[in-house]
Each structure stands twice: as structure tokens, then as C-alpha cells.
């Protein structure tokens, strides 16, 4: 497992991480005994960084990632949550000091720790960015000790650039995979000039990428790539990265024969983001030892040779552009 350093916080962070939202909720039944076996397989193999959320499961994400850095002891890992999805409507005005406060107190709570390593804004109404009185409550809180640092979730670009703009975030997580490729365009260049850790989140566009699916998969109704397929729960670019399921599955069809060797296409799409150096760590989920033990495997992929990088874009520019590029 290789590292890269983590935006201007002085921690280096394993390049795969551990996204955290699968063992939550809305992905399935969660199973409490597996969830922290893979957590426990994530770890031993290297991973460093864990993303979680307040709203994941209610808080059973955090609690669970808490009892296993319990059980293991040790140095920590650098554990990110987030915040603002409890709100029942986004609005600007939901982001007060009293609001913050209480989620953050309850995150510490959950975690089982005195301070949180980083909080992020959890895809907040765009209009929030132009709000700088919102970041000037963070920088309180860190000045109080309940949180190291900051930074932001969010679904656009635009969103991401205006969010660097504040000298307090220190990381951007935002969805990026070989199906949503427009961040690569101008903001990776922009936060790396600022030294801004970007978390690539939903790095296998929901499973899709990891060719395992067909036209005639079932999904549960706990799951939200059967109920949020068409945006009805939250942001529809959390689900397959907006792109149409068909429309995804044939995409991966071209892509299918570019895998080489024994590997897997999962692993193939996670070493096909670490080939950006402005990517700090992808954070694929996991549910099980299996899949956090192969996620990992990903990091010691060899590099992918240029013309494989090339097809890639083409495939995007040819099947997948027309129904995300503009739109985050």
C-alpha cells in the first residue's frame, strides 16, 4: 500500500481508503459481523483512511468504525465524517453554530474520540459556498479543539472551485471514476496549486465498474441503486454516477476488454484514478474481508500504459459524456 500526503494537514494517508456509507445504510442488509470483519481486513492490509457520515445508518457507521479502533488499539487511522445531511430541507441557514455544533458533538460521541480528524460539509445547497460566515464557524471549532480540520462533499465542480477559494478546506471529496471524468479538467490543477486533498468518492460509479451487474440484476428495496435510480432520495449522481444503468452496463462492455491479466475490473478502475497524482485517496466500499482485501490489492496494480488511458476517455467522450459531463 502506497501513501500520499493529505492536502497541507501534515498526514499522509494510504491512497486506498475505506468508504464507510456501504456498512451504514442504503446499500442492501447490513450485516453487523461482516462490516467489521471488513474493516478489520481494510486495515490489515494498509488502509489508513476511513470515510464515514453522521446520516450513514444514523450513526451506526461511526459506532461500528469506533468499536474496531477500539478493539484494535494502536495508532488511529485518519477517520473523516461528515455533516449537514440531518437537516430535514438544505438551506444556508441550516449550517448555524448551534447546528454544527450538535452534529459535531454527536460524531464525537459516536466516534469515541475528543476530537474529530476531519469534518466535511456534506453536499450542501451550492449556495452555501457563497457563504463565508459558514467557514468562519469552522475555523471556530477547530480554534476549540473539536475538529483538526475541514472540508467539503460536493456534487459539482463549480461547487469544489468556489470551496477552495476558502484558506480553512483542506480536502474535496467529489465523485470521480472513468464514467465522471470533468473534474480532471480544471479543478485537479486548480487544488493542487493550493494543496487541497481530493477523496475520489463512488470510485466504482456504485458497482457498476465492477462489471458484476446485468440487465437482469435485483437489487433490495433498502437499496438506493434501486431507489434512488432516478434521483428521488437524494442527488441522482450518487447512484451509478448518474449515468443510465444500460446505458453504464454497455459502456463497461467496452471497457472489459482492456482489463489485462488476472485482475479484476474494480481493481482496474481504482488504479485507473490513482493514475491522477491531484487524487490524495479513493475510498471504494466494502462489505465484506473479500472486498476490502481486493480493493486494496488496486494500489500494487502497474501503472496503465497510455493508450489504455486513451480508450478510456474515448470510451467516456463516446457513451457516457452526453449524460454527466455538464450536469456536475
Known amino acids: 500500500m502506497q501513501s500520499r500526503q493529505f492536502g497541507r494537514t501534515g498526514r499522509s494517508v494510504s491512497e486506498i481508503g475505506f468508504g464507510a ?49 477500539k478493539e484494535r488499539g494502536g495508532e488511529k487511522p485518519f477517520v473523516a465524517t461528515k455533516a449537514g445531511r440531518r437537516l430535514p430541507a438544505q438551506s444556508v441557514e441550516g449550517y448555524s453554530t448551534e447546528n454544527l455544533n450538535t452534529w459535531i458533538d454527536r460524531s464525537l460521541k459516536n466516534l469515541g474520540v475528543e476530537t474529530l480528524d476531519l469534518v466535511q460539509l456534506h453536499c450542501p445547497p451550492t449556495d452555501l459556498y457563497y457563504h463565508p460566515e459558514v467557514f468562519g464557524r469552522l475555523d471556530r471549532l477547530v480554534e476549540e479543539g ?35 471524468q470533468r473534474p480532471a479538467e480544471r479543478f485537479f490543477a486548480e487544488a ?8 475520489a468518492r463512488v470510485p466504482l460509479a456504485s458497482g457498476l465498474l465492477s462489471g458484476k451487474f446485468k440487465r437482469d440484476t435485483k437489487f433490495e428495496a433498502t437499496d438506493h441503486r434501486l431507489f434512488n435510480r432516478n434521483g428521488e432520495a437524494f442527488d441522482v449522481g450518487e447512484t451509478f ?64 500504459p497510455k493508450e489504455v488511458m486513451d480508450e478510456i476517455v474515448k470510451i467516456y467522450d463516446e457513451d457516457i459524456r452526453q449524460y454527466v459531463h455538464q450536469r456536475w
Open 146 to 180: 473539536k475538529i483538526r480540520h475541514y472540508g467539503v462533499s460536493v456534487e459539482r465542480v463549480e461547487e469544489a472551485l468556489k470551496a477552495i477559494e476558502y484558506p480553512g478546506v483542506v480536502s474535496v471529496q467529489i465523485i470521480f471514476n472513468a464514467f465522471r
Open 241 to 304: 454516477s448518474g449515468v443510465p444503468y444500460e446505458a453504464g452496463l454497455d459502456a463497461v462492455e467496452r471497457i472489459r476488454p482492456l482489463v489485462s491479466g488476472d485482475t479484476t475490473m474494480a481493481k482496474f478502475a481504482l488504479r485507473w484514478i490513482l493514475m491522477f497524482d491531484a487524487i490524495t485517496v479513493a475510498i471504494p466500499g466494502a462489505r465484506n474481508p473479500a472486498q476490502a482485501r481486493s480493493n486494496a490489492e488496486a494500489a500494487a496494480l502497474p501503472a496503465l
Open 21 to 69: 456509507w456501504a456498512i451504514g445504510a442504503a446499500w442492501g442488509e447490513v450485516n453487523d459481523e461482516e462490516a467489521l470483519a471488513a474493516l478489520h481486513a481494510a486495515l490489515d492490509t494498509g488502509v489508513t483512511f476511513i470515510d464515514t457520515a453522521d446520516v450513514y445508518g444514523d450513526g451506526h457507521s461511526e459506532r461500528l468504525i469506533a468499536k474496531v479502533l
Open 192 to 199: 493542487k496549486q493550493k494543496n487541497v486533498a481530493i477523496i
